[in-house]
């Protein structure tokens, strides 16, 4: 699966989708999240597939596990690279997840990789213990949902770039630490809380980084997807 940063293609319609992949001559990997795909359907995917682009499913399935299992039974169909659940869905849920998946996927073709989302970067510690009555540190919690995530099956976790370290010891470094959250120097935060740059997530622990505004919204998109690959594939 292609390591460059993922871009987060989260725009409100086609025709900004592909205004900003039109500053690309290469194919890059993207997120198609839910504000996308739930404006534009499942044509959508067709449509970045079409063009060669790698993509990262955010659908964050969250049900009862017969449900998320037929769920994603379609969504194998799509034909993406990396699609996610909720790991609070618990181990049941994850495994009809990763049933669904391998079941979809058509006769002859990989299946996408599957992971997990632990605690959204933009929570915070006083958040998950006030409103999730979860006495843990924020860090505890995280680990513990790549623990189940882990014994499900799937193939790793969404975290942030403060836990993916820690998550690489305690469930090995083939497992997948995908982190949202990622800046620039000097970037602004947005609405998340635990953020990071490029170069901060390699020495971190990433395998992937997700970043959206820091490209999408730049002056020159492609050179700021640059100067993030730069930063991210720095030895």
């Known amino acids: 699966m292609n390591t460059k940063p993922i871009v987060a293609l989260d725009f409100p319609g086609e025709k900004e989708v592909f205004q900003f992949l039109n500053h690309f001559n290469e194919s890059i990997f993207v997120k198609i999240g839910m ?3 739930l404006q534009e359907g499942p044509s959508i995917v067709q449509k970045v597939k079409e063009q060669g682009h790698d993509i ?3 659908l964050k399935l969250h049900d009862i596990p017969n449900t998320v299992k037929s769920a994603m039974k379609g969504l194998a ?3 993406v690279d990396l699609v996610n659940v909720h790991a609070a869905g618990g181990i049941e849920m994850m495994r009809g997840a990763l049933e669904g998946l391998e079941a979809g996927t058509p006769a002859g073709k990989k299946r996408a990789k599957i992971i997990a989302v632990t605690q959204l970067t933009s ?5 998950m213990n006030q409103q999730q009555k979860i006495s843990l540190t924020l860090l505890d919690s ?3 949902y790549a623990s189940i995530t882990k014994e499900a099956g799937l193939d790793g976790v969404v975290c942030s770039v403060h836990e ?3 998550i690489a010891e305690s469930c090995g470094q083939e ?3 995908v982190t949202p959250g990622i800046r620039l120097p000097g970037g602004e935060a947005h609405d998340q809380k635990r953020i990071a740059t490029p170069d ?3 020495k971190g622990g990433s395998s992937f980084i997700v970043v959206g505004r820091a490209i999408t919204g730049a002056d020159d998109p492609l050179a700021a997807y640059k100067k993030v690959c730069e930063l991210w594939e720095e030895k």
Request: aromatic share 12%; no cysteine; charged share 25%.
């Open 175 to 177: 497992f997948l630490r």
């Open 56 to 58: 990262f499913l955010d």
């Open 142 to 144: 995280v680990l513990h």
């Open 35 to 37: 504000e996308l795909y």
């Open 123 to 127: 929570t915070t510690e006083e958040q």
């Open 77 to 79: 169909r799509l034909g």
């Open 200 to 202: 901060g997530a390699r």
């Open 164 to 166: 993916a370290g820690q």
